[in-house]
């Protein structure tokens, strides 16, 4: 099986990504309420504080998670880049790309830069179907086909 050409994709669109994000956040909250609601009376004011504790830090997480910026990802061939979405074909990091969820109209994508990105050399890429409707297919193709072995390119010049 050959590797795929070269292609760059432009990620815009997290609305899946962010409902899912919300629907937890509401799960969570709504479980925190529960569970100091079924405190007996005398006793949920002791608990009111862990509840509000947990609740607040459940809303600082998801609203961290919300906030996704656009972003270029590029295939050359032999590499993947990412970069800020103005950065189209000259994205600043170079890196390996894997799938770590894939629900067929959406995908988590895990980015291992080769030098930190933002703190971290882990990037997660919440990718949806929707704003890359004809180049979806391209996608999914792109980040399943097989890398070229790191010593192909000396192999084939001996």
């Known amino acids: 099986m050959r590797a795929i050409a070269a292609c760059q994709f432009t990620l815009t669109r997290f609305g899946v990504w962010r409902a899912a994000i919300a629907g937890l956040l509401v799960c969570v909250l709504a479980s925190l309420a529960v569970w100091w609601l079924a405190r007996p009376i005398d006793w949920q004011w002791r608990f009111a504080a862990a509840a509000g504790l947990a609740a607040l830090a459940a809303v600082a997480l998801a609203a961290s998670l919300i ?92």
């Open 67 to 158: 906030q996704i910026k656009a972003v270029s990802l590029r295939w050359d061939g032999q590499r993947w880049h990412l970069g800020p979405a103005d950065s189209a074909g000259h994205e600043p990091f170079a890196g390996d790309l894997s799938v770590a969820l894939d629900l067929a109209g959406w995908m988590l994508l895990r980015f291992r830069a080769d030098r930190r990105v933002r703190g971290s050399a882990v990037s997660w890429l919440p990718v949806q179907r929707r704003g890359l409707e004809g180049r979806w297919h391209a996608l999914r193709c792109a980040v399943y086909s097989p890398r070229p072995a790191p010593d192909a390119d000396a192999a084939a010049h001996h």
